[in-house]
């Protein structure tokens, strides 16, 4: 079955530091993968996705992940954190095995960027 | 712009009451989906529908029904509010069988029983 893993539930950043936000997938079956930002009560809101192709992903706001296969691995980065970045990420996962376009998410990491 | 809308952003309701929540889109995506959102737990799938009438169980159905009488509406119900239902409730909608496809989401509605 299909699963996602987000190690930390929160990173705390100064501002312009780098962000790696991390996200470890399980599926059968090549996944489709996504990043969502949620921001403070808001909807999540997609920044970038991988389906097929290259395996370094570019999104909104300056955001990148790279799909690595060997580590069943899909981390966020951003060179600079900006202030605006503080939300909560969710990475998520696209089941295969059903005939219905379903999600599984992982628990979240909360982003904190300090001047 | 997919917009997806919901009726309330914040809602006070008292234990056993029937609550509903009401999911609009405008851009006639065939598949909808209701999650609730918990501190530590992520989204989970509560419903969703693949077409007008239709409905599958998520993870976590229990204490809520759906319906989905027009393409663009999907409505949760809580029969009975019980306070452990206090959460945060997404909707979202995305296109039916395209697998690579986002779903897209609404703005949340904070529902806190009492």
């Known amino acids: 079955a299909q699963s996602v893993t987000q190690l930390g539930s929160h990173v705390s950043v100064s501002e312009g530091a780098l962000v790696l936000l991390r996200c470890n997938y399980s599926?059968?079956?090549?996944?489709?993968l996504f990043w969502y930002v949620q921001y403070p009560n808001q909807g999540l809101q997609l920044l970038l996705k991988?389906?097929?192709?290259?395996?370094l992903v570019k999104g909104i706001n300056g955001f990148e992940a790279e799909f690595k296969k060997s580590e069943t691995s899909f981390h966020l980065t951003k060179p600079s954190a900006h202030m605006s970045d503080a939300a909560e990420y969710f990475c998520?996962?696209?089941?295969?095995?059903?005939?219905?376009?379903?999600?599984?998410f992982g628990t979240g990491t909360r982003l904190l960027v300090s001047p | 712009d997919v917009k997806v809308t919901q009726s309330s952003r914040y809602l006070v309701k008292r234990t056993g009451e029937k609550v509903f929540l009401e999911c609009v889109q405008d851009m006639d995506h065939e598949n909808m989906f209701w999650y609730r959102q918990d501190p530590g737990l992520g989204l989970r799938l509560i419903y969703f529908?693949?077409?007008?009438?239709?409905?599958e169980k998520g993870d976590i159905p229990e204490g809520y029904s759906v319906s989905r009488e027009k393409k663009e509406r999907f409505s949760l119900i809580l029969e009975s509010a019980s306070t452990n239902q206090t959460s945060m409730y997404l909707c979202a909608t995305t296109l039916q069988g395209v697998f690579s496809y986002e779903q897209y989401f609404g703005p949340g509605t904070r529902l806190t029983v009492t």
């Open positions: 991988y389906t097929t192709g290259a395996t």
């Open positions: 529908s693949y077409d007008v009438k239709m409905k």
């Open positions: 599926s059968s079956v090549p996944p489709y």
């Open positions: 998520a996962v696209s089941l295969m095995n059903t005939g219905f376009q379903k999600l599984v």
